[in-house]
């Protein structure tokens, strides 16, 4: 590789700098693909937006179309899309539900299971082709935990359940609100292309060192709707207590005391007086079932958690499910996604996609800003071969516990990132 090193890690030294080829290069951006995406278990979707036989998904992962659906059993599936025949995309629609898959070039059809179900003019073959060795095929890995599903395109990865780790323990501090256990998403899906390479969204999703800057109209509108924002005490950015912490893996995760409402029970204002006694009454829920600790737990605090290296689950005043697929050094694909829990009564689930569109939406306070303030950084490492790298040190000098304003968290991404391309 040309440039090196990528990550510069001196913690005697208390330095920790970015080189911003690592934002820029192509023949790195090449490698992520092969060192990093090829390896690491990707998220594919959740299984309730696929519900029934036959239901489908079509998504592009690591550069790979995606089949992700219910087969005849409604067993969750996932399967390469692509024809066994020349390589066509064998279903080109973006969701629906399918009772077979038709190739459009030459007729392949294959069933809800992947099965090679009819080949026009078979018999031309001969008897050498095995209909059943020509199947859709899977990606070599494909698992799930609680919904969440993801694959692998290495055979020799550990399972998900080891690789996300202490990741689990915010996933589950999620679905925790939800009396069942289970979290739907919401229909509908955020897509956009940001110009700027993946990684800035990484650490732009789980920053909070911007909030106060980037996102002061925000603060602003919080404010003028009634919402107490405290000044920041002495030495901190934010009004409110946060912690960044590293998961290991690459995961990491703020860990905030709510401030802004949460349609789990933490009520403000702006969600109208309509909503308080529903809110309440959900508090309660949670509290009976979880106790008090853990109920505090859940519904006064928020995080934002990052499953490396590239989903990222927003539990904050809504709950945002966002994965991002880089599509060059300086453009992504990103979706996301609101999800509720199954149960929500219409008024609550009301305020979580009020919640939801007004801060995340692609008209809200926080999104647009966001993508402007990537795209401005894209735009100034235009500058990367003179100015060649960017300090990521905030909190390094700190014992015990770091900040959500420090960079702790950002570090454990950089540092795990930088581990996998040295592979
Ligand atoms: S490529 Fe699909 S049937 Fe020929
Ligand atoms: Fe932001």
């Known amino acids: 590789m040309s440039v090196t090193p990528l990550v510069l890690n001196e913690p005697q030294a208390l330095r920790f700098e970015i080189n911003r080829a690592a934002l820029v290069d192509q023949k790195i951006f090449d490698t992520e693909r092969e060192k990093i995406f090829e390896r690491c278990w990707l998220y594919v979707g959740h299984e309730s937006e696929v519900r029934e036989p036959g239901d489908f998904r079509t998504r592009t992962i690591c550069g790979r179309p995606i089949l992700f659906c219910r087969d005849t059993a409604n067993a969750l599936r996932v399967f390469l899309n692509t024809c066994r025949h020349r390589g066509t995309v064998v279903c080109r629609e973006a969701a629906g539900n399918a009772e077979r898959y038709t190739c459009f070039y030459h007729g392949w059809t294959y069933d ?95 920053d909070d060192y911007h909030l106060i800057t980037t996102h002061a109209t925000w603060l602003d509108y919080l404010k003028s709707s009634g919402v107490e924002i405290k ?55 949670v509290t009976a079932r979880l106790g008090a600790e853990r109920a505090k737990r859940v519904c006064d605090t928020n995080r934002n958690l990052l499953i490396f290296p590239n989903l990222v689950l927003l539990d904050g005043s809504s709950v945002s499910v966002r994965s991002f697929q880089p599509t060059a050094p300086d453009r992504m694909r990103v ?89």
């Open 112 to 206: 809800r299971d992947g099965k090679l179900y009819a080949v026009p003019g078979q018999s031309a073959y001969p008897p050498s082709f095995d209909k059943t060795r020509l199947g859709l095929q899977p990606p070599p890995k494909v698992d799930n935990y609680r919904g969440f599903v993801f694959l692998n395109f290495d055979a020799g990865a550990p399972a998900l359940k080891e690789y996300l780790g202490r990741a689990t323990e915010y996933i589950d501090l999620v679905l925790d609100q939800s009396p069942s256990g289970r979290m739907e998403v919401i229909h509908g899906t955020q897509e956009y292309d940001i110009r700027a390479n993946w990684k800035l969204l990484v650490e732009n999703s789980f």
């Open 335 to 423: 979706r996301a996604w609101a999800l509720g829990p199954v149960e929500e009564t219409p008024l609550a689930r009301q305020v979580r996609l009020d919640s939801f569109l007004t801060f995340y939406g692609p008209g809200g306070f926080a999104t647009p800003d966001d993508i402007e303030a990537l795209e401005s950084v894209q735009t100034g490492l235009g500058t990367y071969k003179e100015v060649q790298w960017s300090p990521l040190s905030r909190g390094m000098a700190k014992e015990g516990d770091q900040l959500n304003t420090d960079e702790a968290h950002l570090r454990a991404f950089w540092v795990q990132w930088d581990k996998l391309m040295r592979s």
């Open 231 to 285: 000044r920041p005490e002495k030495g901190h950015v934010l009004p409110s207590h946060g912690l960044g912490k590293d998961l290991g893996g690459g995961h990491g995760t703020t860990d905030n005391v709510n401030f802004r409402g949460r349609p789990v029970a933490a009520w403000i204002p702006i969600y109208g007086d309509a909503a308080k006694p529903e809110l309440d009454r959900i508090r309660s829920e």
